[in-house]
């Protein structure tokens, strides 16, 4: 079997299910440069909360917690990792092909440099053009990660506008791979009756009531505020409709405000991986607003669970997930184009199942099974 090193900074749910897989077919390493100082360090300030995901992290693929010496470790800024044996530790496994997940810290990058023409290195990430300007800044960056990609033998891109974004920093047609972003679609999918019962009537939810629903970090990005002002704008009397805001963070106060006792929008704490489900098969229509999103995994479980989608156009996905079919795109920052979506949408529950439908459809591409398969691929084509 062929070996695999991965260099991550941390576990992350959405990526060890992958290891998992990847496990199971070839020999798998994963070398994580947060340290087992990440053990300790669960706090997000997104969510401004310490955070215990309920769904196991560290099962089903070997693992390395390397040596951090940061002063400061974490991967919220590039010196929080630094690990002065990670090279030796990956020559160590002896690895056939090396991926690695970031390029912005400093370890990361040493080990894209250190073992160019020597291992083959892949990349992957999901950034995006999306916010990119013409200023000095922009020109310095290009030059910056042009030099960084020519480190690379190929690159997993995520969507189309990865993609650009790669080809826009020198890697040309025949380094980019196509590798789907992706949330298990099967948990996500699996309904949950009497769960979403039971959280509806606590809710004081009707069963012919149309709900909107945001799930995330309540965070200035995610642009909630927008969402909240363009929902007081339905009319009042339309008591049918609701939204339903569930997560915590920095805006959390600012948003109950906002609200100002509006008992259509119901706010609740952060939920847990094994609790989504249930929250998301609970609505009909799921809202992602930001002002930036590099990709915005949340649309893709809404889709597993069978629900119509509206982002804005600066979410990674929107381009690749969102059609005609299972939702709509409004021009980001523009309350006008998002309140009359909204009136459009929120009106129609039958249509809004339709969409649902063609959701659960287009996500079924979009799986850790194909994500595994094309890198496996890449594995089996090396000399």
Known sequence: MKRLAIVITHPIQYYVPVFQMLAQKCHLKVFYTWGKAWLTSRY?????????????LLEGYDF??????????????TKGIVNPTIINEIKRFGPDAILVHGYSYKSHLL???????????WFRGDSTLLNEKNSLKSILKKVYLTWVFSHLDKAFYVGTNSKAYFKKFGLKENQLIFSPHAVDNKRFGIAQF???????????????????LYAGKFEAVKNLTILINAFKLIDSNSKNIKLLLVGNGPQEELLKVLANDDKRIIFMDFQNQTYLPVIYQTCDLFCLPSNSETWGLAINEAMAAGKAILASDKVGCAVDLVTAKNGKIFRSGDLSSLTETLKIMAKDKNQLQQFGLHSSQIIKNWSFEQQVAVIIQQLHELQ
């Open 64 to 77: 390395e917690f390397v040596e951090n010496i940061s002063a400061e470790p974490g991967s919220h800024h």
């Open 194 to 212: 009497n769960a979403v019962s039971a959280l509806k009537k606590k809710l004081g939810i009707r069963v012919n009531d149309v709900v909107i």
């Open 111 to 121: 080990t894209l440099r250190h073992f160019k023409g020597k291992v083959p290195v």
């Open 44 to 56: 997000d300030p997104g969510f401004e909360k310490t955070i215990e995901w309920d769904i196991p």
